[in-house]
């Protein structure tokens, strides 16, 4: 018997709840009750992917319980396999981040961070750090588990709050700003969504009884002008949280102010809220509408390849230029989502899935750079890899997987994406390549000047990573490899859902083009 979902998204609340109340002084404990707890949902996850049957009902697992009767709101959870390996994702990063940033708190504490806008007093309660981290992996689990849309837009705004709390309180000089950009462009998006869940709750009720039911809403009834506007209201709301070009540009600050773990876990796992949310709602609700603005959506992903890009190769602070990778790499992401092709969408959830781990690794070994050199510009390190080899060469690897290196995982996603979208946008293709290019310069460069050359006086004593920060990310690097050779179990569990949400925004792959047939015909 499988646990449930409901299980899997309360166990790290509950530890979260252990944590925030333990006595005061008692730091270790609580990082290892959290440790503990997220270990537990670690297994609990592991034990439903095995559960689950990618040729069988579209959601398993479901749960449903009626929740506010008198507007049709439910209780309902259930997955499918894009959301399952989304869900699988969380669990995976979440004890690994938890013991990056073991020492994190103490840190801030005893160094204190130059040019902050409040003491570091304020921000050294570690059970606090741990407490909000657990919470937010409650909220993560909880907005990809949701089949009621009611219920997604509760966790969609809910999950805000512990990552506000961890930019505001833990992160860099200017962690206020961040996090209260971060806040008002994510509550915008929220609002212009909640007037769209509002509207189609209306269009439900004029059908019938009113609903938010996920399948109920998909067999509406909408004219092309309703779907348009409705769509529009998702769609930013989407945009703004993967985030997809022009709405990206709270990202930077977001990114390079979090802690580490923070920021692990913003670019690798909330942002997949957005293109997550391009395939679970504004396809099938809306499939003339997503037809009708696949092409500019196309071009603004496009556009989002290479503007991030280019702006990563020209950043000076290390955290900043991860985040800017994050966004060419969202918009591959959202190419393959309006690709309409299977190929295109089973690629665009891999790379969820690989830009999580990635990206991941990336920000986990900067940020154990930067703990070190207690800086966060690229012209203060020079020959790193003279005294920390084992930090450099996690750094070149994850920086080769970042840039879709073959034989690491993110490859074989952005292989997916670019062939699927060929057969549909062969120039948005052509031109997005060149983002491959791009990121192989603005990675290799950002390696070349911190851990190559002449070592610097002021970093002659640095240390070189510990054992704990080794098993950190070792499991990162495992999978990178792993699934860059072997991507068939995951693929698996996505693609027979792809398949169902190409069917319901009625669009079919293109039929391969027999090129032998007319020479045949000549003779």
Not at 24 to 37: E, I, R
Not at 343 to 372: C, D, E, K, P, W
Not at 441 to 455: D, F, P, S
Request: aromatic share 12%.
């Amino acid at each position: 018997m499988s646990p449930s979902l409901t299980l899997i998204g309360v166990v790290p609340l509950v530890g979260a709840l252990v944590v925030a109340l333990l006595p005061q002084g008692k730091d270790v404990l609580a990082k290892q009750v959290a440790l503990a707890t997220s270990l537990v949902v670690l297994v609990l996850t592991l034990v439903l992917c095995v559960n689950f049957d990618p040729q069988g009902d579209r959601f398993q697992f479901v749960q449903s319980y009626d929740w506010i009767r008198a507007f049709g709101v439910h209780y309902a959870v259930g997955v499918d396999g894009i959301a399952l390996v989304l869900v699988a994702l969380i669990a995976v990063l979440v004890p690994v981040v938890l013991l990056a940033s073991w020492d994190d708190v103490e840190a801030l504490t005893e160094v204190g961070t130059e040019g902050s806008d409040a003491p570091a007093a304020k921000r050294k309660s570690v059970r606090s750090f741990f407490a909000l981290l657990l919470v937010l992996e409650t909220m993560m689990i909880g907005v990809f588990a949701a089949t009621d849309l009611f219920l997604f837009y509760v966790f969609f705004e809910a999950m805000l709050i512990p990552m506000y709390f961890l930019i505001g309180s833990y992160g860099g000089p200017r962690r206020s700003y961040a996090a209260v950009k971060f806040l008002l462009y994510s509550l915008v998006g929220g609002l212009l969504m909640l007037a769209a869940v509002i509207g189609l709750y209306v269009q439900s009720a004029k059908q019938g009884p009113g609903t938010f039911s996920f399948e109920a809403l998909t067999q509406l009834n909408l004219s092309h002008t309703t779907q348009a506007w409705l769509f529009l209201g998702f769609f930013i709301a989407f945009a703004i949280k993967a985030p997809l070009f022009p709405f990206h540009t709270w990202l930077p600050d977001a990114g390079a102010e979090a802690p580490t773990g923070g920021a692990v876990l913003l670019v690798g796992v909330l942002d997949k809220v957005g293109t997550f949310g391009f395939l679970r709602y504004c396809l099938p609700l809306f499939p003339w509408a997503a037809r009708e603005f696949a092409p500019y959506v196309i071009a603004l992903s496009v556009i989002g390849v290479i503007y991030g890009a280019l702006l990563a190769m020209g950043q000076k602070d290390l955290k900043r230029l991860v985040s800017y990778t994050s966004v060419a790499h969202f918009g591959f992401i959202g190419m393959g989502c309006f690709a309409f092709t299977t190929q295109a969408g089973t690629g665009a959830v891999l790379y969820m899935v690989n830009h999580g781990l990635s990206t991941g690794a990336l920000f986990m070994v900067i940020g154990f750079l930067i703990n070190r050199g207690r800086s966060r510009f690229i012209s203060d390190y020079s020959g790193i890899a003279k005294v920390a080899p084992t930090l450099a060469a996690l750094f070149f690897v994850s920086g080769l997987s970042s840039l879709a290196l073959p034989g690491l995982s993110t490859f074989i996603s952005e292989f997916l994406v670019l062939v699927g979208t060929f057969e549909r946008y062969t120039v948005a293709a052509v031109v997005a390549t060149t983002g491959i290019i791009l990121a192989a310069l603005y990675i290799l460069l950002a390696y070349q000047r911190t851990m190559q050359g002449a070592l610097s006086s002021a970093h002659a004593a640095l240390k070189d990573l510990s054992g704990r920060e080794v098993a950190a990310l070792a499991p990162l690097i495992a999978l990178m490899i792993l699934l860059g050779f072997y991507p068939k179990p995951v693929t698996d569990i996505i693609n027979p859902a792809v398949k169902v949400t190409m069917q319901e925004v009625g669009a079919q792959d293109p039929a391969p083009t027999d090129v032998a047939k007319p020479a045949a015909e000549s003779k």
